[in-house]
Nanobody
């Protein structure tokens, strides 16, 4: 059974940092590009960061320079370090494969101004 479990969400002030974690089933983690997506109410879920099995990363322009994606292959876990948070970063964050085939419950992140 494939599992994706996000954690680390919460309420932060503008400018504060936050790190999300996603524990994935080894069956999908070890062979796939992994990514973090986010969704706000009424809008599509969008990819904000991705990382290959070899550690090559790509970011959406909206988060470039502020967010950092990383992965721990031994723990089958992918992380999203979010610095210099802005109110527009408020969303539910999900991790998945790229392209996405599975979804976890997501982690709500709220940035207050």
């Amino acid at each position: 059974q494939v599992q994706l479990v996000e954690s680390g969400g919460g309420l932060v002030q503008t400018g504060e940092s936050l790190r999300l974690s996603c524990a994935a089933s080894r069956s999908i983690f070890s062979i796939n590009v992994m990514g973090w997506y986010r969704q706000v109410p009424g809008k599509q879920r969008t990819l904000v960061a991705r990382i290959t099995t070899g550690g090559i990363t790509n970011y959406a322009d909206s988060v470039k320079g502020r967010f950092t994606i990383s992965r721990d292959n031994a723990k089958s876990t992918v992380y999203l370090q979010m610095d210099s948070r802005k109110p527009e970063d408020t969303a539910v964050y999900y991790c998945s494969t790229v392209p996405p085939r599975y979804w976890g419950q997501g982690a709500q992140v709220t940035v207050s101004s």
